[in-house]
Nanobody, 124 residues
């Protein structure tokens, strides 16, 4: 069992940066793949990025590649999403989720545990 809590969201201007954190509880956190997803206003939830347990593999949506970086600190049970050069279209509720270490991709139904989300709003 893993419990996830996101933090770090807020209101920023286009071009600014934010770093989201996903804090986890559970002894086996370090073995899970962690994904970041987001739900823009009025739209479906979508994949943003994922990172394997040893941080040996990261995967990004095309819309954020080159601007967002996912990393993890297993000793601190925390995964980060560094978001640079933010755009108004990045406005969304951001969620982190945990999946089996055998999975590294973007399919939401592969992720068993979800946080409550943190709001990111980017003004133009």
């Amino acid at each position: 069992q893993v419990q996830l809590v996101e933090s770090g969201g807020g209101l920023v201007q286009a071009g600014d940066s934010l770093r989201l954190s996903c804090a986890a509880s559970g002894r086996t956190f370090s073995t899970y793949t962690i994904g970041w997803f987001r739900r823009p206003p009025g739209k479906e939830r979508e994949f943003v990025a994922s990172i394997t347990w040893a941080a040996s593999y990261t995967y990004y949506a095309e819309s954020v590649k080159g601007r967002f970086t996912v990393s993890r600190d297993n000793a601190e049970n925390t995964v980060y999403l560094q978001m640079n050069s933010l755009k108004p279209e990045d406005t969304a509720v951001y969620y982190c989720a945990a999946a089996s270490p055998m999975y590294t991709g973007r399919l939401q139904n592969e992720y068993s545990y979800w946080g409550q989300g943190t709001q990111v709003t980017v003004s133009s």
